[in-house]
């Protein structure tokens, strides 16, 4: 079985949030727009982080596809990929607590 593993960068957002001044983060928790430019400041930050990713990850699977001629299993985890989930053009299992559960089965393997 060929197993691939490419992580990418979280969000950098608290940059972003010393630049806007405010906590941008929580409310792209929210984000729940299709618009990739914003109104003002602020929604073009959101925008640029959520759709930003979401564009990233989408390109990687399909390099990473070309490349191998597989279709991959992508899992996301951690951070906002909840809210970049629904915006990808690519299949994706969300699994909230990965590294929790990758711990839970060290766990049980040396016990």
């Known amino acids: ?3 691939l593993l490419f992580c990418l960068a979280g969000f950098p957002v608290s940059n972003y949030e010393k630049e806007a001044r ?3 983060s929580e409310d ?3 984000y729940a727009s299709n618009k990739v ?3 003002n400041t602020y929604e073009a930050i959101q925008s640029g982080l959520i759709m930003g990713h979401a564009s990233m990850i989408d390109s ?3 390099k990473i596809i070309l490349e191998i001629d597989i279709e991959p299993k992508i899992i996301l ?3 906002l990929s909840k809210v970049v989930q629904p915006i990808l053009n690519v299949n994706v299992e969300y699994i909230e607590n990965l590294t ?3 711990l ?3 766990f049980k393997l040396n016990n």
């Open 60 to 62: 990687m699977v399909e």
């Open 104 to 106: 839970e089965e060290i």
């Open 1 to 3: 079985m060929l197993r």
């Open 28 to 30: 792209c928790k929210n």
């Open 22 to 24: 405010t906590p941008v």
């Open 37 to 39: 430019i914003g109104k």
């Open 77 to 79: 985890t951690g951070g």
């Open 100 to 102: 929790l559960v990758g």
